[in-house]
């Protein structure tokens, strides 16, 4: 664990941030994620994928009483899409999402469902981990199996409107942008997983814990990256923090358990409290099927109210974000 001495030396590139070609890996996964947490009560998350070399559009919308109001998810043709590979700049068939640093918009519909987003980053572009951004295995020759990469926009000013049933909806909110790649399944590295991106007064905090896969000796992991007003600020492998899952119900799809209830609890040396999480409502939901295992993955809002003491500040404060758990 340490305190980041030069953030510029985590800073991202633009071409990080560009499409990522994986040749030789026909399964591999490449991701574009961002969630919304809106004034209005509204919050959305938007895919922009690269599967098995399919492009993916996926867009969930829920309302202020936790109502899923949009669920789309669109399979397009490869000979539909054009990919930037020195930055960030996509289009699939009408849809688009492009940029340079702090500003991307997102135009994004299906019939009369659909997104018009314009995300500001408030915290520098980072590399998850050095020196390239592979948390997992290493993609330099000679590459290992499995690699992951991750890269942040963890705080963004957001402004634009949705469409729902046809009906423009002005927003303006919060959320993060995400670039992810990888040679196959999240599966391959990770038995189960949770993640999340937390705003506390004038810090944002990504956490990321799991138990790797057999691949990975059934590792425990745990990553903390802190953000101060817009520096990266320390970054934290094997940190002190325990997530506690509760209230479990059943997916009656699946017949698989998830939780309703998460309680991150922090006792970092310099980071330290506890964040309750309740279940608002399920964005998304995804049964991962593995060799020996099967995982169900859901991300939700979650209301929640952070308790924390942070170089020595008191921060209580309550917000509602977009949190993911594989369980």
Not at 88 to 117: Q, T, V
Not at 222 to 246: A, H, N, P, T, V
């Amino acid at each position: 664990m340490s305190i980041v001495s030069n953030p510029a030396m985590y800073r991202s590139t633009e071409k990080q941030w560009a499409q990522h070609p994986l040749p030789n890996y026909p399964n591999g996964f490449e991701m574009w994620y961002n969630n919304a947490s809106f004034d209005n009560g509204y919050h959305a998350s938007i895919f922009w994928g690269i599967v098995a070399g399919n492009p993916l559009l996926d867009l969930r919308v829920c309302n202020s009483e936790g109502k899923l109001v949009v669920e789309s998810t669109q399979f397009l043709n490869p000979s539909d899409a054009i990919y930037s590979t020195e930055s960030l700049d996509i289009k699939i068939g009408d849809n688009y999402y492009r940029g340079k640093f702090p500003s991307y918009e997102h135009s994004i519909h299906d019939g009369d469902n659909g997104a018009e987003l314009v995300y500001e980053s408030l915290t520098q572009p980072t590399i998850a981990e050095l020196p390239d951004g592979i948390v997992i295995g290493h993609e330099a020759t000679p590459d290992t199996l499995p690699f992951f990469s991750w890269f942040f926009r963890p705080r963004c000013k957001i402004s634009g409107k949705l469409i729902v049933a046809g009906k423009e909806i002005a927003v303006s909110g919060e959320g993060l942008s995400e670039h992810e790649w990888s040679t196959g399944s999240f599966l391959d590295a990770f038995h189960y997983w949770s993640f999340g991106c937390l705003p506390i007064g004038e810090h944002t905090l990504v956490y990321m814990e799991g138990h790797q896969s057999e691949k990975l000796g059934y590792q425990k992991a745990k990553w903390l990256w802190d953000w101060k007003g817009e520096k990266f600020y320390e970054y934290c492998r094997d940190c002190d923090y325990y997530i506690q899952k509760s209230d479990l119900a059943v997916d009656e799809g699946t017949g698989k358990p998830y939780p309703q209830k998460l309680v991150l609890m922090f006792e970092h040396s310099r980071i330290k409290g506890t964040i309750t999480c309740d279940l608002k409502t399920i964005m998304q939901k995804q049964l991962y099927p593995g060799e020996e295992w099967e995982v169900l993955y859901t991300n939700g809002v979650y209301d929640c109210h952070a308790q924390m003491e942070i170089d020595n500040e008191k921060i209580d404060t309550k917000f509602s974000r977009m949190l993911e758990t594989a369980f």
